[in-house]
């Protein structure tokens, strides 16, 4: 059979070359560049998610309502007394009351099982030491008031944007 001769296939337009060239550079770059740069990075420098809000620390309390002694249990209406009357004015900007079940054990030994509450204070980090010693009232003003062996108390740093 005779050869035929084969014709030419028209390449690509120049305009076409050029992108292709800068497709090209743009994967080598982002498959060989970008992460060597990363890799020279220490991890102070490396790329983080944008930050919101500003420090905060939250302040969460909890209450047992039953009574080492044997007295009767802590009622919502007492309960919400000792709030309006030890909390709300120290905190007037707002709280998070919540109501749980636990158990824990008491200053005998004994297994404790009760209804509790769960106090939960947002503020400025910068009030930390200001509000410190309004929580602590709160804290002995609930064990003396409820003959309780404790109240809890945990602390976290947190970031909050209202």
Not at 8 to 16: A, H, L, V, W
Not at 129 to 138: L, W
């Amino acid at each position: 059979m005779p050869t035929v001769p084969k014709t030419p296939q028209p390449g690509p337009s120049p305009k076409r070359r050029a992108w292709l060239a800068v497709a090209a550079a743009s994967v080598a770059v982002l498959t060989v560049g970008a992460p060597a740069a990363y890799a020279t990075l220490d991890s102070a420098q490396q790329p983080t998610q944008t930050r919101r809000g500003e420090a905060y620390v939250e302040t969460r309390l909890f209450f047992g309502t039953e009574r080492p002694d044997g007295g009767p249990e802590v009622t919502d209406r007492q309960f919400m007394a000792f709030i309006d009357r030890e909390v709300t004015p120290a905190f007037p900007s707002g709280l998070t009351i919540q109501e749980g079940r636990g158990q824990w054990r008491d200053s005998h030994g004994r297994i404790e099982r009760e209804r509790s509450y769960e106090l939960i204070l947002l503020y400025p980090a910068s009030e930390t030491k200001a509000h410190d010693s309004r929580i602590e009232r709160i804290r002995d003003a609930y064990v003396r008031a409820n003959a309780q062996d404790s109240v809890a108390r945990l602390d976290e740093r947190t970031l909050a944007d209202f």
